[in-house]
């Protein structure tokens, strides 16, 4: 069974550019996650999706950030646009129901320069 | 509120040494604490987890750890270092047992042979 999976593993983009992640979360997970590690502190999380829809979105920073689940399938983030202190590690998991065990990706390495 | 936090962003032991990660808690509630590990290239796994059962909690790799209520405290420990164990180590707490994750800014284990 293949895990989450996150595209691109590393992005690099300019101050101003838009840039889109991806998560595909294990098949038949309703919950999935996204959280950001800045500059080697801690993980913090960003939001937290039900299928399609959005249960807990108390973490995403500003208006720059857009995520989508449609369908209820694979997410995405989008930055637009980036400023240099959207750099960080974005990770995502997915967890088949609230209380169980969330699986992470490698995460996505965002450089904005 | 919740929050973790983990004393030692570097920790660096010898092969076969006791390994003991730090990880202070504060919950508003009764705590879940979560041990993840993230090798190098890899996603976050978990280690181990405390859910209000057994105070000593045995998780993979030889790891466990122990909950100290008194101490607010879930250290991490190894008897015996390998050079595998060679990774970041998060300690995460919870509320109710969901993915909601408040991390702790991380430990670096180096392990020298």
């Known amino acids: 069974e293949a895990g989450v999976t996150q595209f691109p593993s590393h992005s690099v983009i300019e101050k101003g550019q838009t840039v889109t992640l991806r998560c595909d979360p294990i098949s038949g997970h309703d919950n999935l996650y996204w959280y950001r590690r800045v500059m080697g502190k801690e993980i913090k999380f960003l939001l937290h999706f039900v299928k399609e829809s959005k249960q807990d979105e108390s973490g995403m920073p500003n208006n720059r950030f857009l995520a989508e689940r449609t369908g209820g399938t694979y997410s995405t983030l989008k930055v637009q646009p980036a400023e240099l202190e959207d750099s960080g590690v974005y990770f995502c998991a997915s967890s088949q129901d609230l209380d169980a065990e969330a699986f992470f990706g490698q995460g996505t390495r965002l450089t904005v320069v | ?113």
């Open chain 2, 1 to 113: 509120a919740q929050s973790v936090t983990q004393l030692g962003s570097h920790v660096s032991v010898s092969e076969g040494a006791l390994v003991l990660l730090r990880c202070n808690y504060s919950s508003s509630v009764p705590p879940y604490l979560f041990w993840y590990v993230q090798y190098p290239n890899q996603g976050l796994q978990l280690l181990l987890k405390y859910t209000s059962a057994a105070t000593l909690v045995k998780g993979i790799n030889g790891f466990e750890a122990e909950f100290k209520k008194s101490e607010t405290s879930f250290h991490l420990t190894k008897p015996s270092a390998h050079m595998s164990d060679a990774a970041e180590y998060f300690c995460a707490v919870t509320l109710y047992n969901f993915n909601k994750f408040y991390f702790g800014s991380g430990t670096k284990l180096n392990v020298k042979p």
